[in-house]
Structure formats: structure tokens, C-alpha cells
Antibody
Framework: QVQLVESGGGVVQPGGSLRLSCAAS????????MHWVRQAAGKGLEWVAF????????YYVDSVKGRFTISRDNSKNTLFLQMNSLRAEDTALYYC?????????WGQGTLVTVSS | QSVLTQPPSASGTPGQRVTISCSGS????????VYWYQQLPGTAPKLLIY???QRPSGVPDRFSGSKSGTSASLAISGLRSEDEADYYC???????????FGGGTKLTVL
């Protein structure tokens, strides 16, 4: 059974930093590309970042390029999102997810609130 | 403005068949598989359809997906009250080098 558990969210001031983690189990983590997706309150899903299974190739939505860094540790089955220079518009519930293939993989999300 | 276009709302009565459309372009739906996700109120999204028309195990066959050119559709037959949820389509986009979602369709069972 696929399990993805996010952690690391919280309240941070504008300009601050947070590091999100996603612990994966129940599937072969190193065989899957992984995504971060966010959802602001009452809004739709917004894709944030993707990392290929090799951990080298990475993609980001334009609004977070240069501020967020996605990474993974295949030895620990863990996905990360380092978020710097946070803005109010980054406030959202952040999910780690497997978006393609046949695996249904979504965590429950971790809430990030950027506010002074 | 989402890259993939979905109607913001849809509705039907129990037992009816409803369809939700998802319109894209040659850089996303026209070139890559479409995925559909269901998000029940207050919960995380769940994979409903993968690779255009495949159902994960456990998803009832009342749900089906199709694709033609740069558009895709999700059909729900034998509508039930528990189908009331938000539905999102998604696909990889070569022009943006990223994943794109539709804006979501809120399905109401009358």
C-alpha cells in the first residue's frame, strides 16, 4: 500500500525558509519520478516541481524557479522541497505525489502559511 | 487561467451519466497521457484514470476516460451521491516543461 507522509510545514514570515519532507513507503521509491503539488485554500491544484527517479533532472513552475529546490534521497525513500524567499502567495497545502503511471500516490499534505 | 480547460461545474441526478471535458493543446494532451484525479471534500486527491483510459484497481467501472486529439473526457455513469467531488485532469506539457492541471470541475449530485 502506497504511503506518502509530508512534514515540515508551518508558519513563516515573508522572506523566510522552510524545508518540506515526504517519507515514502509501500512502493519502490527509486523507480518513480516524484512531484510536489500545492493547493491554496478553496483553489485548484497547482503543480510546483518534479524530480526524475535519478535525482538529477528537475523541473519547476516559473513562479518558484530560483527560490525552491526539489531533491530526493533514494537510500532513505524521502523527497524534499527546500523553499527559500517565501512569499504570501506560497501559502498553501503542499502535497508530494506520484502523478503519472498506475500508482495512486498522494500524501495528506503539509500546510505552509507565509504571514507576518 | 489554467493550461488545461475544464468546465467549473457539472451536475446530474442519481443514476444519470455525466461527462467532464478537458481541453488542451498539442504540447500536452496531444502528445502525452491524460490523468484524472478525484478530490472528495476535505481530502487529498486520488488517482481515478491513468494513461487516458485506464482505471486503477479499486476504481469502479462507472468511471471511464477517453481522449481524442487535444481533448479528453471523464465519464461517470450511474451517478451516486458519493461521486460529489472536485475532478481534475492533468498531463505533462512539453512547452512548459512541467505538469499542468485543469482548473477543476465541481460535480454536484442533485
Amino acid at each position: 500500500q502506497v504511503q506518502l507522509v509530508e512534514s515540515g510545514g508551518g508558519v513563516v514570515q515573508p522572506g523566510g525558509s522552510l524545508r518540506l519532507s515526504c517519507a515514502a513507503s509501500g512502493f519502490t521509491f527509486r523507480s518513480h519520478g516524484m512531484h510536489w503539488v500545492r493547493q491554496a485554500a478553496g483553489k485548484g491544484l497547482e503543480w510546483v516541481a518534479f524530480i526524475r527517479l535519478d535525482g538529477i533532472t528537475k523541473y519547476y513552475v516559473d513562479s518558484v524557479k530560483g527560490r525552491f529546490t526539489i531533491s530526493r534521497d533514494n537510500s532513505k525513500n524521502t523527497l524534499f522541497l527546500q523553499m527559500n524567499s517565501l512569499r504570501a502567495e506560497d501559502t498553501a497545502l503542499y502535497y508530494c505525489a506520484i502523478l503519472s503511471g498506475s500508482v495512486d500516490g498522494w500524501g495528506q499534505g503539509t500546510l505552509v502559511t507565509v504571514s507576518s | 487561467q489554467s493550461v488545461l480547460t475544464q468546465p467549473p461545474s457539472a451536475s446530474g441526478t442519481p443514476g444519470q451519466r455525466v461527462t467532464i471535458s478537458c481541453s488542451g493543446s498539442s504540447s500536452n494532451i496531444g502528445r502525452h497521457y491524460v490523468y484524472w484525479y478525484q478530490q472528495l471534500p476535505g481530502t487529498a486527491p486520488k488517482l481515478l484514470i491513468y494513461r487516458d483510459n485506464q482505471r486503477p484497481s479499486g476504481v469502479p467501472d462507472r468511471f471511464s476516460g477517453s481522449k481524442s486529439g487535444t481533448s479528453a473526457s471523464l465519464a461517470i455513469s450511474g451517478l451516486r451521491s458519493e461521486d460529489e467531488a472536485d475532478y481534475y485532469c492533468g498531463a505533462w506539457d512539453d512547452s512548459l516543461s512541467g505538469w499542468v492541471f485543469g482548473g477543476g470541475t465541481k460535480l454536484t449530485v442533485l
